[in-house]
């Protein structure tokens, strides 16, 4: 059973670019989660998806975008980067989208916006 | 609205020492709460969680948290702290949605040889 993957793992973009950042989620697992983590800060919420449909988004603007793909692995693009955007994005899988599921997290993607 | 705050971003305690790491959450229904540790550079990983039931939570790597309703807490526990324990620690909530989780600020355990 592999775990989630993210890919990549590093990533220097310049301020105004966009990026895509992926995620395999875990065997067997269609919800896809994606969290903002800033650096000494707790992972925010950003969306999830749920069988290809976002299923729920945080406070995040719409440049923030996602898609989940019908192996539910997902995407995660961000058009005109902020230096603010420089964070760890998380990925996570469950098994479903229900109340106390537990989430499984990817090694995360450290994204620097200069 | 939902919310979680841990006390203390950094606790220091000695090898073989006591491990308290503390939690409260507020919540409107009764909420799913979370224990996660980051290592350096790394993502997280679940050490337990509780939903319904018992109260006291057993997880891995001899950590537990008791569930506490009538002070809204859910505080994390180790009788002996080793040198491996040394990381950063998050509280999260999953309470009032099915869709995503809401995360403390973190607390960093620091174990001293």
């Known amino acids: 059973e592999t775990g989630v993957t993210q890919s990549p793992t590093h990533l220097i973009k310049t301020r105004g670019q966009q990026v895509t950042l992926r995620c395999s989620s875990q065997?067997?697992?269609?919800?896809v989660s994606w969290y903002q983590q800033a650096l000494g800060q707790g992972p925010q919420f950003i969306f999830q998806?749920?069988?290809?449909?976002?299923?729920g988004r945080g406070n995040f603007p719409p440049r923030f975008s996602g898609l989940q793909f019908p192996n539910y692995s997902s995407e995660l693009n961000v058009n005109a980067l902020e230096l603010d955007d420089s964070a760890l994005y998380l990925c996570a899988s469950s098994l479903r989208a229900q109340r106390g599921t537990e989430a499984f997290f990817g090694q995360g993607t450290r994204l620097t916006v200069v | 609205a939902q919310s979680v705050t841990q006390l203390g971003s950094h606790v220091s305690v000695s090898e073989g020492a006591l491990v308290l790491l503390r939690c409260n959450y507020s919540s409107s229904v009764p909420p799913y709460l979370f224990w996660y540790v980051q290592y350096p550079n790394q993502g997280l990983q679940l050490l337990l969680k509780?939903?319904?039931?018992?109260?006291l939570v057993k997880g891995i790597n001899g950590f537990e948290a008791e569930f506490k309703k009538s002070e809204t807490s859910f505080h994390l526990t180790k009788p002996s702290a080793h040198m491996s324990d040394a990381a950063e620690y998050f509280c999260?909530?999953?309470?009032?949605?099915?869709?995503?989780?809401?995360f403390g600020s973190g607390t960093r355990l620091l174990v001293r040889p």
């Open positions: 999260a909530s999953g309470g009032d949605s099915s869709y995503k989780l809401i």
């Open positions: 998806y749920y069988r290809e449909e976002e299923n």
């Open positions: 065997s067997g697992h269609n919800t």
């Open positions: 509780y939903t319904t039931g018992a109260t």
